[in-house]
């Protein structure tokens, strides 16, 4: 595997909370208000293993969530990985973010996501958020000099709205509009049935992106998980997605975790995911899915591949 010979991670995805101030429908990590997940990372841990990715020289990181504000130290994790080089992408709902947080540090970008061109859309998608607010926090964003991407996760509510999205994205100064299939994860997998768009509203959705002319560039490809899913098969990526408690996650819809940040360096846990993806009950649960992309429902029922059967593909 190509990854064998990367000393340390191209990239770190770093779940900081799953708290949130919005309870969106189609949430991948099961994020909302009060659910902070039991035993996440100190201040004092998450600012040494912040040190510690910026050590191992890893070029980039994406601070997410949950909301990733909502988290105390958030400003604090941000600027030991911008000051020890690393180069920051923030996810934000955009609902209470200061750009002003981010002023002087390395910042690749930051995304905010924007599930609908009216507010009802965007309340029946993201039940407390605030349109107007969040329009107004992208435009904060560019006017701090700050580099904006927008995402759009298409369901059954939002999907015909997508051409007035992208115009919004171009108004408010976006350089990037990102979006593809649903994901069937977390709160999404839970409402699959009211959330999940037709095969007729995808192909009027993706027609329309193939079609989009506007000023932005526009990333939708790959557009469905098992397009994912076929690469990864074949090259595991570089990246290290940490949840909230440190633990690691092998591959973003699987269940299985490698490693245990909160009791190992981070190198160490480098080289336990390289391990993992030698690991053929890795390459079983992926075939797995891959059939029956449905259990993608389960990627958060978390499991250490260490505790996790020999004997059967570990998707539940």
């Keep these: 595997m190509r990854i064998d010979s990367f000393a340390a991670p191209t990239m770190v995805t770093w779940q900081l909370t799953r708290d949130c101030n919005l309870a969106c429908l189609h949430c991948c990590t099961d994020s909302a208000p009060g659910r902070a997940l039991p035993g996440e990372l100190s201040r004092g841990r998450a600012l040494s293993l912040a040190r510690e990715i910026a050590a191992a020289g890893v070029p980039y990181a994406m601070i997410v969530g949950g909301e990733p504000t909502l ?22 709902n955009g ?60 369901t059954a509510l939002n999907i015909r709205e997508v051409a007035q999205v992208i115009a919004l994205a171009v108004e408010v100064g976006a350089f990037r509009f990102n979006t593809g299939r649903l994901m069937r994860l977390g709160t999404a997998a839970k409402l699959w049935d009211r959330l999940e768009p037709s095969e007729e509203q995808y192909a009027c959705f993706r027609a329309a992106l193939d079609a989009c002319r506007a000023p932005i560039e526009l990333r939708y490809l790959p557009f469905s998980m098992e397009d994912e899913l076929s690469g990864r098969k074949i090259e595991p990526s570089g990246t290290l997605l940490i949840l909230p408690d440190g633990r690691v996650k092998v591959f973003a819809a699987l269940p299985h ?11 160490e846990a480098w080289d336990e995911y390289r ?15 891959a059939a029956r992309p449905e259990l993608a429902a389960d990627a958060n029922r978390w499991i250490a591949l260490d505790l996790a059967p020999h004997d059967l593909p570990v998707v539940v």
């Design 275 to 289: 391990k993992a993806w030698r690991d053929p009950r890795v390459r079983r649960a992926l075939d797995l899915l």
């Design 95 to 154: 609902m209470a973010f200061d750009p002003g947080v981010l002023k002087g540090l390395r910042v690749r970008s930051v995304q905010i996501s924007l599930d609908g061109a009216s507010q009802e859309t965007y309340a029946k998608q993201r039940p407390g958020g605030d349109l107007a607010k969040v329009l107004a926090t992208c435009r904060a964003v560019v006017a701090a000099g700050l580099p904006l991407e927008i995402t759009f996760a298409p």
């Design 71 to 92: 988290a105390p130290h958030f400003g604090e994790v941000c600027r030991a990985l911008s000051d020890g080089g690393v180069l920051l992408k923030i996810e934000t």
């Design 257 to 267: 975790t490698c490693a245990d940040l909160s009791k190992r360096a981070f190198l």
